[in-house]
């Protein structure tokens, strides 16, 4: 049985960016669901005993295991998501990661340039990434509904939830703004 992991902060905590009540609705109410969904879809299977990581990856691009994976998917993007958060974040203070971000982008700024045009971009419900990909280099690479790039073989590092319900309460159809949030003040970078 899969439960919601701990938020590592308080609900409150990325006020003014991500309200109170909309993480009350996405934490509690969506990421909950996929655990509950996932829980129904796998017991007595196999998959009950595997890790999350491991039914992702077998479960992935197989049709009849469609609906496994995208609970499966959507309950470890969100803990990602969560984990891609802190308040007061944005200060790009780690030295070898800013490193990574100005060789493998030009700057902090154009790395968050294309960031924001891959999230205005995803059309419908998606994620925005930053990953590795398998020659090392940094990458941002947009996925639509649950897919992951867990699923791809692609190392994630970072990523920004897009879906409507990450920030209709807060911003209705301003997704941009919602991102500069993200971007500017609560990602882990
Ligand atoms: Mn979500």
Redesign the pocket.
Known sequence: MLTLPALPYALNALEPFISERTMDF?YHK??QTYIDNLNKLISNTPFAKMELEKIITETAEQKQYGAIFNNAA?VW??TF?WHSMKPRGSQLKNPALYERITSDFGSFEQFKTTFKQEALAQFGSGWVWLIENQRGKLEIVKTSNADTPLAHHLLPLLTC?V?E??YYLDYQNRRGEFIDGFLNHLSIL
Do not use: E, K
Request: proline share 0%.
């Open positions: 996405h969506h990421h959507q993007n969100h998501f939830d879906w319900h990450a």
